[in-house]
């Protein structure tokens, strides 16, 4: 199960760790709820940063929290599983099987509020891949996150996540530009706001919901590529393109970045037979996507046309059929329509089939 490139993974480990609670200890053994509580995950564990728009990925890493009524601190170290982790540089060589980088963060929430968290949040990532080419060439991208966020209900009908984030450190210049490359300042904020709208206060998130959500992020107009190296941000100039290790949905046909993007979706999730307790059950939901360019001149992570804006409109379908209580089939399909600042003029198209077993 051990090897040097993929770590302790296969056949069955992808994720696994040691936790420990004092809040539960102190209950399972005594009964007693103490106001002040210390917990720790350690191990290879999916990482969720804040609304997940700085970090979303995998890593071995440990996590160390303080809990009281009040407010919860967390503290988290933790470093890429090396062949798992898929970089966001495509040109960097060995990016889909080899990637060393280190991550640090402090996020701490405050709970005094009934209906709201906000919460304040700091992430830096070190690259430590050791990337020079025979040419003298460098791959090299350190990149700082602090981000002030909240997450609660609007009404007892309209619950929102949001995060805004500004993006320092700095990034390599353009590996086929000028010669020596430079080390340039990154300079850029991403923003997310999701809205979900239920008709019945709290249990109808079971049956039906309504989605909103607007992402935001910077680009920069002198790169060619919003997160490469190669073609990438201009020497001697700050790089303004936002780019990190989150997860944010984009669509299932482009599945686009957000360096640069303006991304509006709504998506409606319907499960008809979600209050029933016996025999199968049934999901739907739909996306609608309008994705457009937050500088018309600057690049966003697919080729498009320079000056144009409106990038295109996507619809995405999501059906789930809970057969039986351990089998479920899932299809999504997607279709995405190009606008102006897209190349071409047909339509794109995907479509997912898959059957999972739970035991």
């Not at 770590?7 to 069955?12: K, L, N």
């Not at 809990?67 to 540089?89: H, K, L, Q, W, Y």
């Not at 997860?247 to 046909?253: I, K, W």
């Not at 025999?279 to 697919?302: E, N, Q, R």
């Amino acid at each position: 199960w051990w090897s040097e490139d993929q770590g302790f993974r296969y056949p069955i480990m992808d994720r696994w760790w040691y936790a420990f609670d004092s809040r539960r200890h102190a209950q399972a053994t005594t009964g007693t709820s103490p106001d002040v509580a210390f917990d720790t995950r350690i191990g290879r564990q999916l990482i969720t940063w804040g609304t997940g728009i700085s970090l979303y990925r995998t890593l071995y890493a440990a996590r160390f929290a303080l809990d009281t009524n009040a407010a919860r601190i967390e503290g988290m170290v933790g470093v890429t599983p090396s062949a798992d982790f898929v970089d966001f540089d495509g040109t960097r060589p060995g990016y889909t099987s080899d990637t060393d980088r280190t991550f640090w963060g402090v996020i701490a929430d405050y709970r005094q509020w009934i209906n709201h968290r906000p919460f304040v949040a700091f992430l830096q990532q070190i690259d430590n891949n050791d990337t020079t080419l025979p040419g003298g060439g460098r791959y090299e991208y350190n990149s700082s996150y602090a981000s002030l966020g909240s997450t609660g209900q609007i009404t007892s009908l309209v619950f929102y996540r949001a995060e805004l984030i500004y993006e320092f450190g700095d990034s390599i210049s353009d590996l086929l530009g000028s010669f020596p490359q430079t080390q340039d300042d990154i300079s850029a904020w991403a923003l997310k706001l999701e809205f979900i709208f239920t008709p019945r206060p709290l249990t109808s998130l079971e049956d039906f919901r309504f989605e909103f959500e607007v992402l935001l992020g910077t680009g920069d107009t002198d790169r060619g590529h919003s997160a490469h190296t190669i073609d990438g941000n201009q020497s001697g100039t700050n790089d303004n393109a936002f780019n990190s290790f989150g997860f944010y949905n984009t669509g299932l046909v482009l599945g686009l970045d957000l360096s640069n993007l303006v991304s509006v979706r709504i998506g409606p999730r319907w499960r008809p037979d979600a209050r029933t307790s016996k025999g199968s059950k049934f999901s739907i939901g739909f996306d609608f996507y309008f994705f457009a360019k937050l500088d018309s001149d600057a690049p966003i992570s697919v080729i498009t046309v320079p000056g144009e804006s409106y990038v295109g409109f996507e619809t995405d379908l999501i059906a789930t059929w809970q057969i039986t209580s351990d089998l479920a089939l899932d299809g999504r399909y997607g279709i995405f329509i190009p606008g102006d600042a897209f190349p071409g003029s047909q339509a794109l198209h995907f479509l997912y089939l898959g059957f999972s077993y739970g035991f």
